[in-house]
């Protein structure tokens, strides 16, 4: 973290590091994104000395990882209902589109 950091920006960094060790990535460069991500905010809410255009004009991280996080999306992916109707041994599964094992899955539930 930067000098001067407050307590909040460094409360946020180790969760952020934690957080993407978590999900499995090396402690490199789970630092990496934490420091990026904190910069970012900092720079979004006026914290340094100097912020790029991309910092302050794009979407903030926080709605970019609710995005990511599937809020708003279509449910689960092609794979996904494939090994859900592979598991139950749903006959047919191969030719099916992720429309059709949806519904395969549906039937079955």
Do not use: C, F, W
């Not at 709605?63 to 996904?80: F, V």
């Amino acid at each position: 973290m930067p000098r001067g950091s407050s307590p909040k920006r460094e409360r946020q960094y180790e969760h952020i590091k934690e957080s993407a060790q978590d999900r499995g990535e090396s402690a490199g460069r789970a630092e990496e994104i934490a420091a990026r991500t904190v910069n970012k905010e900092r720079a979004r809410s006026g914290e340094s000395k100097t912020a790029g255009r991309t910092s302050t004009q794009d979407m903030s991280s926080g709605e970019r990882g609710g995005r990511r996080s599937g809020k708003g999306s279509r449910g689960p992916t092609y794979d996904q209902l494939y090994e859900e109707a592979r598991r139950r041994g749903v006959k047919g599964r191969s030719d099916m589109n992720k429309g059709q094992l949806r519904r395969a899955l549906d039937d079955k539930g």
